[in-house]
């Protein structure tokens, strides 16, 4: 059943990319394959009704310590769409990998949506790996930790809808406790895999991505994501350069930094 509420647009920011092997894209790579760039995006999800940000991205800093070509804040690009950070209210963190969480700060007014598994797996006994750890930053999980103190963070156990049209859905695989989303729009239910798929190959040719917590929660994490849309191409892969020719921008002047997604 088709919800009542009024449809969301959805939006794809990008705000950085990287040029990558693909062995280093996909479990059982070839390495002796060529390049694969892969990019970095936040997510808006508004109506009349609600806006709300998935991800916050990482800064200019960040990017230069993990060698990643920085495009621009995704504060500015937020406020392409006439959005200003310091007014966003909600924000959906799908997991707390430092591309996801970074620019927490420039969210003051925000209450920040997690999976409470991704924080117990973020601070637990798994991060004495360095295989686990890598694509954590400890500042950022200890100023989440603080929001919980200040009453900012409302943690979900598993599916939850937040709104009439919004809801996450736990996926894990890549880490313990990945969410998705899963938003209405005006061509039906539309679904933002975030690192659940990072590129569309990963979905549709069942090829992990290497960063993994399980494997198996991987593959079943495809399989879910397929059940929540009626169009596999309305499943918006997390990196994929693909994402900027396959949907308009929604100005010529946003043409390689936004994309409207519905």
């Known amino acids: 059943m088709a919800p009542e509420c009024p449809p969301y647009e959805v939006y794809a920011i990008r705000y950085a990319t990287v040029e990558r092997r693909m062995e280093e894209n996909f479990i059982g790579g070839d390495p002796h394959a060529g390049g694969m760039t892969m990019d970095y995006f936040i997510w808006v999800a508004r109506n ?17 310590r993990r060698g990643r070509t920085f495009l621009r804040s995704p504060v500015e690009g937020l406020r392409l769409l006439g959005i200003e950070a310091a007014a966003v209210e909600e924000v959906i963190i799908t997991h707390l990998h430092y591309d996801h969480v970074g620019n927490f700060d420039l969210f003051p007014r ?7 598994r991704e924080m117990a797996f973020a601070t637990g006994r798994h991060m004495g790996s360095p295989f686990f750890s890598r694509a954590y930053e400890p ?4 100023a989440m930790v603080k929001f919980v103190h200040a009453g900012r963070v409302d943690f979900h156990d598993g599916d939850a809808t937040l709104v009439e049209g919004v809801s996450v859905h736990l996926i894990g695989g890549h880490t313990h406790g990945l969410q998705v989303v899963r938003i209405w729009t005006r061509n039906g239910w539309l679904t933002l895999a975030s690192d659940a798929s990072h590129f569309r190959q990963n979905l549709e040719e ?4 290497p960063i993994v917590f399980d494997v198996g929660a991987m593959f079943d994490g495809w399989r879910r994501l397929k059940s929540l849309v009626d169009d596999p191409h309305k499943i918006i892969p997390g990196h994929d350069p693909s994402v900027m020719q396959d949907f308009p921008a929604p100005a010529p002047e946003m043409a390689g930094f936004v994309a409207r997604l519905d």
């Open 48 to 64: 009349s009704q609600r806006c709300f940000v998935i991800d916050t991205g990482f800064n200019k800093q960040a990017a230069a």
């Open 110 to 116: 925000a209450r920040f949506h997690l999976q409470e």
């Open 139 to 142: 500042d950022e999980i200890a």
């Open 206 to 209: 069942g090829r992990p991505f």
